[in-house]
């Protein structure tokens, strides 16, 4: 992923793939030429790349020559062209191939045609690296054709973002999501997920979303996933994944516009956390980190029983609850540490001490983030 001015961008076309691309245009106009000496005519900025590319693997003599033309504002093609650099050759009689980077609305490739609608050249080609097929309302024939692409806005071998960008040898696609970080609040039951998530909340402008809180506020309401959940909570057993996928995923797009989540209670197997960077990946993201809180068992059960006495919920109440409960977190969840770990996204931090200091020493991690 990269960053231009204030947008992400992701890769998109490979350098390889233009290379291949470039050669399939070559082979295509050197094969139509036959022994025309043609004039390639880039249209600049964005061209100069694919011009150099061009003309280095042209097997047959040629000239080369650019005209310069500006249409993007920002990420929107606009209807305004305006002439910077013109023709400054007489062209009588030849045989010209326009070589352009991307067409997309047909405005500049119209503003073309204008050009040389009085140039008495012998025949004039059009030759686009990129076509985006979709965003195209022009008639004008394009005649080759490197690689057709989705409406989307990309940067890169010469397409630029308010300038930057050209001279990436790749091609990127602007993300539709912006930046966001997602952590996942990790540690057993009673590690203090759900009182350090209200404070990184506020801190980090983050949503926090609680499985557990979700399916209790279901059961509160008595609604089917309530009942559903109720049966497997009341034994501290995990409720089936894809119930818990289901319902995250439909929590996660409540708050489309977020900068970002605090996931607390999820993912809690292998298959939820392949769920949630499926998620993420589709909303262009990802899960930046596991942030884990390290508690003792004891003290987690000390906590839990303490918590039991005010917080009204069954399942803290009993202590052969809680002990599954604690057990559960180990013979199924707390594998999860070597899949974040595996991606040097994985944070110990101890979680005994003051609850001020808890939050300082994971603040410590989320600030590096
Ligand atoms: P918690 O409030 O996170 O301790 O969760 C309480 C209970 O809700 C758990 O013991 C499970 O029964 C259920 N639960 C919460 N999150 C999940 C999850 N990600 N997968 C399966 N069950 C969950």
């Known amino acids: 992923m990269i960053k231009l001015h204030d947008l992400y961008f992701k890769p998109f076309i490979s350098e390889k793939e233009i290379d291949t691309a470039v050669q399939t245009m070559v082979d295509g106009i050197a094969a139509d030429l036959g022994d025309e000496v043609p004039v390639f005519i880039g249209i600049l900025n964005g061209s100069f790349m694919l011009v150099s590319d061009f003309?280095?693997?042209y097997p047959k003599p040629c000239e080369v020559t650019f005209i310069k033309l500006a249409s993007y504002e920002g990420v929107k093609s606009t209807e305004d062209i305006q002439r910077l650099i013109g023709l400054t050759q007489d062209l009588t009689g030849r045989t010209v191939v326009i070589l352009e980077d991307i067409i997309?609305?047909?405005?500049?490739?119209?503003?073309?045609?204008?050009?040389?609608?009085?140039e008495n050249v012998k025949q004039l080609i059009i030759a686009t690296l990129f076509y985006k097929p979709e965003?195209?309302?022009?008639?004008?024939?394009?005649?080759?054709?490197?690689?057709?692409?989705?409406?989307?806005?990309?940067?890169?071998?010469?397409l630029d973002y308010n300038g930057l960008g050209r001279d990436l040898p790749d091609v990127y696609q602007l993300k539709t999501t912006q930046h966001m970080t997602n952590i996942v609040l990790?540690?057993?039951?009673?590690?203090?997920?759900?009182?350090?998530?209200?404070?990184?909340?506020?801190?980090?402008?983050l949503i926090h979303i609680s499985t557990g809180d979700v399916f209790r506020f279901n059961i509160k309401n008595e609604t089917a996933l309530g009942m559903l959940a109720k049966s497997f909570m009341d034994k501290g057993e995990l409720v089936p994944d894809q119930v818990t996928i289901d319902m995250l995923s439909k929590e996660v797009e409540k708050n489309a516009g977020a900068n970002g989540f605090i996931f607390d209670g999820f993912p809690r197997t292998n298959a939820q956390a392949?769920?949630?960077?499926?998620?993420?990946?589709?909303?262009?993201?990802?899960?930046?980190?596991?942030v884990a809180l390290e508690?003792?068992?004891?003290?987690?059960?000390?906590?839990?029983?303490?918590?039991?006495?005010?917080?009204?919920?069954?399942?803290?109440?009993?202590?052969n609850i809680i002990r599954n409960r604690i057990k559960q977190?180990?013979?199924?969840?707390?594998?999860l540490k070597d899949y974040y770990a595996d991606q040097n996204k994985y944070f110990g931090?101890?979680?005994?001490?003051?609850?001020?200091?808890?939050?300082?020493?994971l603040g410590t991690v989320l600030d590096k983030l």
Request: glycine share 10%.
């Open 135 to 158: 965003a195209y309302n022009k008639d004008f024939k394009l005649h080759y054709v490197g690689m057709e692409i989705p409406n989307k806005f990309i940067v890169g071998y010469g």
């Open 104 to 118: 997309d609305s047909g405005n500049t490739l119209e503003e073309v045609h204008r050009i040389f609608k009085n």
């Open 55 to 57: 003309v280095k693997k």
């Open 274 to 290: 392949k769920a949630l960077d499926e998620l993420m990946e589709n909303k262009d993201s990802q899960i930046n980190a596991m």
């Open 186 to 205: 990790f540690g057993p039951p009673g590690a203090g997920k759900g009182t350090q998530a209200n404070f990184l909340k506020e801190k980090y402008d």
């Open 329 to 335: 977190y180990y013979t199924k969840t707390a594998i």
């Open 295 to 319: 508690v003792d068992d004891e003290v987690l059960v000390e906590r839990l029983l303490e918590r039991g006495k005010t917080s009204g919920r069954t399942d803290d109440s009993d202590e």
């Open 349 to 361: 931090v101890d979680g005994v001490g003051s609850i001020e200091d808890i939050t300082v020493r």
